[in-house]
């Protein structure tokens, strides 16, 4: 519990750290919100009173504090360009966000454990040199660019979805997950090629330690020493793989949206930044900074579960 209470008090400090420096980096950064709104009819007396209304002219620390205390109780702010709460905008998108980021992440399970558990279990094997290659091919595309091929063949060529034709949860969730299915591939397979490739490394490393030997010598069939004792051990690294692609998957699935059109945050985030929609695009830092962060606590804690190694250090 002590070791759990020091990592949340960190979670914090972070998260407090990263609004901080969100907060600064737009205060510094070229450019004026209330120029921006007012366009063609930015005259100088027009923007000096946005300004004031929009409280731009205090100083610093007197804004950060307003806008960290309004957040910390619910109130993100009001968007520049939509004039509508951004918890609003937050809210009404991030399921579509986490419901990519959730499918890719069962995707990368689902194609990742079990090829690296075959490859390790026919080393040297004709089937592991082809699931090596595809590996190394499947790292090497970025999942933007893998999202676009996929767009072409499976949506141009072949029809089996429409490129573009995004339908709500809202209106028809089955249409809403198939059309999701192509995008969370496009995520989930270079992950997946990792964590096979990780997992495949791991196992064969685990097999060749003492415990495994005197399982073998005890009479265990290959397959009983995989599942009851090496399997386990080799999972650690991998666990914490998987944490850290979580995290990332949420990065990637705000440039995944872009390809495919979908209007999860990753749209408002790029075209807030666009329009010097500074409140929407704090907001969203911060709240994907909150879930890697959690993501990452978990996964920590799940580590030490597995590891009873860790409790003991």
Known sequence: MKECGRKIVILIITLLIVSFLVFLAFTVIPGDPAT???GTQATPEKVAALREEMGLNEPFMVRYVKWIASFLQGDMGTSYSYQMPVRDMIVDKIPITLTLTIMAFVFMLVLGIPLGIYAAQHVGGKIDSVICAINQFSLAIPPFFLGILMTYVFGLLLHLFTPGGFISYEVNMGAFL????????????????MA????????????????AKTAYSKGNTTKAVLWNHVLKNAMIPVITFLGMALADMIAGSIIIEQVFGIPGIGRILLTSISNRDYPVVQAIIVCIAFIVNIVNLFVDLLYRVIDPRIRME
């Open 196 to 211: 096979a490739k990780l997992l495949r490394s791991s196992v064969i490393e685990q097999a060749k330690l003492d415990y």
């Open 36 to 38: 921006s709104m007012l």
């Open 178 to 193: 198939r059309y999701m299915v192509f995008p969370s591939l496009a995520i989930a397979i270079p992950k997946s090629a």
